[in-house]
């Protein structure tokens, strides 16, 4: 049986792919804590200021016990032209649900020792076509915005907790 999971949420919820069909477990919106790295101008009326926040997840292959951890950044703008203005807890709420939809579409087709790199890869492109549908101007991509620390999930730390 292959078992692929993803990461695992503050409540103890994994992500996991039983089989190829079935995934199990979620994500919350309190799991993107965005750091604002580009203030809106409160004098412009035009898109302006970002959001961003990097993940680092673990995905492991049930079978194998092979592990490797999936990195990605998510960025949403504040202001856009289609949407105004993107509340953070918007944004929050639709950065989780896709995640979740774009992991379940993902892992549930993975087949058995397929390499993890390949299936995280699959996820972050099939995460961002999913955002950018919903968020204008959002995007998935390696983590690269300087002074975000990463929001790990279902990685253990020494002597603490774990998201």
Known sequence: MLVTALWVGALGQSGCAHGRGLVIGRITPEHFRFKTVVAVDAAEMHPDGWRAVCIHARITEGDSGATDVCRFEVGVPIRNIQQREV???????????????????ILSKAQQGEMIAIL???FKNKYEHLLRERIAGARVS??????????????????????
């Open 120 to 122: 995280c890869r699959r």
């Open 87 to 105: 509340p953070l807890e918007v944004a929050q709420q639709v950065v989780a649900s896709l995640a979740n939809a774009a992991a379940h579409e």
């Open 142 to 163: 390696e983590c690269q915005t300087p002074g975000l620390e990463p929001i790990y999930f279902d990685i253990p730390l020494r002597g603490t907790a774990n998201d």
